[in-house]
């Protein structure tokens, strides 16, 4: 007897064990989150894909193709010798080439408005109605990210509630006395218990914090308050308080940081994912804009070369009826030369309604003020075209387009998030296991709440459990259904990836064919300007000597009008192949630093 006295002495009571217990579970349970605190708080996606995507997204925008070029740049002067060399000889010599921009109509200058293409790119990033759609996508996907990382918001409560009973006397149960006193009179008598009449004042409050944590856990520490008086009767007065811990951990399922923060991961790849759509939308109109602007450069040039045709053959028709007059020309030659003129105003007109139109575009694009659609505002190009001849890599370039075009990465964001989803979706396969934990600190006063606090605090009471919880369901076809469908969609992905690859791949070598030709075009026509010009001066000449007719002169004219047509088509066409071969890698002509985020302005 005296050695168990000591022991428990040395030992403490049972209950001080169970409850050093219980205290010693919840610090082990404790252990593995403060060791796990550097990954707890990481939701970032992948780094590296991370990194890709900032670097992309840089403010800067642009295919440096004098840089790239392997040889250096050659103007049309000097790419036309011997571009004549290997076609067929011609035995006129060709004069200096004329300047390459078509001369513009003079209009007055408060109805008109010249345009540079760095200005044209600033007006539509701060105007464009498409992008000012477009730059609400990225702040709707923050909301998203937003939403997901709230899952983990802590949530405080608070309750109280007063009530007041009055019960009148109750029948209890029939009971059996067993005293603890062997001796008392009390000992095997039955008897039936009655509650007497009552009044009683009850006040419950209970106040506390729930905590979700990362790893699927969830902590509830509460401190509730409890107070009765009892007035008639037998009267009492007990104030209770607690304070109270626990912590539900799953195991299996839902168990782990990487599961539970999937959702803000996810949702941070496809905010990423918009950010790059958003900046791809830009480049989008940013090339339809600098298209649009070549557009009506060619229009402009067309209406020159129609102005032109027309006042040559009016002045032939002067010319005409004045030796019709003076008796050199046969009378029939005016009207020859007055069916010249009517056909030229007709391609006049036409030439100033496609005018119309394209600037119509242009302003569309823009959606500058002053530049209504209906203004009669003329918008002229004031950038000259580039006419350089550019020797560049075919797989260099091929590559760079792998590396930039901005479709591939936000559709490697997508794989990225389809993975996360497939990791999260595979946990949810697994069964439920759930470990509970529950301690609590009691106190109890016959006098005030602040007496049974202060019991509380003394630990002398205690109240611990631990628990499992398991849930396996019988078929599992429901998650297993979600998880397949998951791999399903990647596979469908990664097939979509390697099929944009091949035509990533197809788009540069159909551009670096088609700005080829383009430029081929340029010296064809260049020089078939050159010597139709010199044929009509011929031809002219002739008529003034009576050895051709009007019709023979009109026809050399209309040669020398189409040859001036198709070299402006094919300058137009060759800047629209270099926007084509810019967009086709990823990017835009550097024509000016651009930023293309939601303020972004052309400098």
Known sequence: MKRLASSQRKSGTPAKQWQACGRRIGTILLIPLLVSCGHYLDTSPDRKLVKRVEERLKPDEGLPLPAISQLPPQTVEQALPKFKEGRPKSATTLPPPSATKPEL????????????????????????????????????????????????????????????????????????????????????????????????????????????????????????????????????DQYQNALRFSISQPLLRDAGISNNVAGIRIARYEQQAVDVKTRLQAIRVLAMVERAYWSLYVAWGELDMRRQQYENAANNLSMVKKRVAEGLTANVEINRAEIGVAERLESLIIAETSLKTRQRQLKLLLNAPGLDLDSQTLLIPDTSPTLLEFNLDREQLAQRALDGRLELLELELKLAA????????????????????????????????????????????????????????????LRRARLDRAVQERMQRLTTQQLRELSVRREIYDALDQMSQNWQRILATRQNVVLAG??????????????????????????????????????????????????????????????????????
């Open 105 to 236: 109509p003079k209009a007055a200058p408060e109805a008109s408005k010249q345009l540079s293409i760095a200005a044209v790119r600033s007006m539509a990033l701060e105007n464009n109605l498409d992008l000012k759609i477009a730059q609400a996508d990225p702040k709707i996907a923050a909301t998203a990210v937003s939403e997901e990382e709230a899952k983990f918001d802590d949530l405080i409560f608070a309750k109280a509630k007063y009530g007041k009973k009055n019960t009148p006397a109750q029948n209890l149960d029939v009971v059996s006395f067993t005293p603890v006193d062997p001796n008392s009179t009390l000992k095997n008598e039955v008897d039936k218990l009655t509650a007497v009449p009552q009044e009683t004042e009850i006040l419950d409050m209970e106040a506390g914090i729930v905590i979700p944590l990362r790893t699927g856990a969830k902590v509830t520490v509460s401190s509730p308050f409890d107070g009765k008086r009892q007035f008639r009767g037998v009267a009492s």
């Open 534 to 603: 010199l044929n009509y001066d011929a031809e002219l000449k002739q008529f003034k000597e009576g050895l051709r007719t009007m019709t023979e002169v009109l026809e050399t004219l209309t040669r020398l009008g189409e040859a001036q047509l198709r070299e402006v088509r094919a300058i137009g066409d060759y800047q629209v192949s270099m926007i084509d071969l810019a967009f086709a890698t990823g990017t835009l002509l550097g024509h000016s630093r651009v930023d293309l985020g939601l303020n972004a302005n052309a400098q």
């Open 418 to 477: 389809d993975l996360t989803k497939i990791d999260y979706l595979s946990n949810q396969t697994l069964p439920m296991f759930m470990l509970d934990y529950n301690y609590a600190a009691l106190g109890r006063d016959t006098s005030s709440y602040g007496g049974a606090f202060d019991q509380t605090l003394s630990g002398n009471y205690s109240d611990w459990s631990v628990g499992v919880r398991m849930e396996i369901p019988l078929s599992n076809e």
